[in-house]
């Protein structure tokens, strides 16, 4: 991971960190601005947030960035969130590569335009490096339709185990999330890595997702640090 600074973090970091970045409308409603300002804003804090983490010994983040239920929004804000999208992926990528990432998609592609999943496919070729930091970026992603997905696949088998299920899974080959943290002051995973989260340690904060920044964030480093994940034994 590159940095210009020493990482300050000393405890044991998780491995994986799940995101739900919630709160970039309430964020622009309280400023009078457009929902697409507070989206522009959210998307804004991905790389600072990104590199605290990896700076502190996280391997893996999955960020919750469009999910099925956001494709039910006014038909305003769904065309504005897929113009950040096709406007932000590479820039942000990009910056993520900078700092010695590497970037992959969760969810059906299929729900978006050909020139966008052509930007997905183009960013994912650039992952080189198989031994970079991952940011997994979980697209048009619904937690439901992932497990019967995986559920029909490993069923076309004629296996359906535990093993198969999570061969199929958009993240097959990546290790459960260590902890998921969620902005905004809800206090649900609303469809995000629900079969993953099974010992997820869960971590809410009423702080709006533009506006989390790394003190906080180290702050939930530290908490998860004196934890005691006993995995139900």
Known sequence: MKSNKESTFTLSAPNHVGMIMDGN??????????????????????????GCAFDCGVKI?????????NAGRSEDEVTALIDLIRDQAKPMADKLIEIGARVS????????????????????????????????????YSGRSEIVRACALAAQSGNVTQES??????????????MIIRTGGEKRLSNFLLYQAAYSELFFTDTLWPDFNTAELKSM?????????RIGR
């Open 25 to 50: 409308r309430r964020w622009a409603r309280k400023r009078l601005l457009p929902r697409a300002a507070g989206h522009r804003a959210g998307a804004k804090n991905v790389v600072p947030i990104v």
């Open 61 to 69: 983040v999955t960020l919750y960035v469009f999910s099925t239920e």
């Open 105 to 140: 998609y969760a969810g059906d592609r299929s729900y978006f335009p050909q020139d966008v999943r052509d930007i997905m496919d183009e960013v994912e070729r650039r992952n080189t490096n198989p031994d970079a930091p991952l940011v997994n970026m979980a697209m048009n």
């Open 165 to 178: 299920i999570e061969r199929n899974l958009y993240t097959a080959g990546l290790p459960d999330p260590d």
């Open 221 to 229: 480093f530290e908490e998860y640090s004196h934890r005691t994940r």
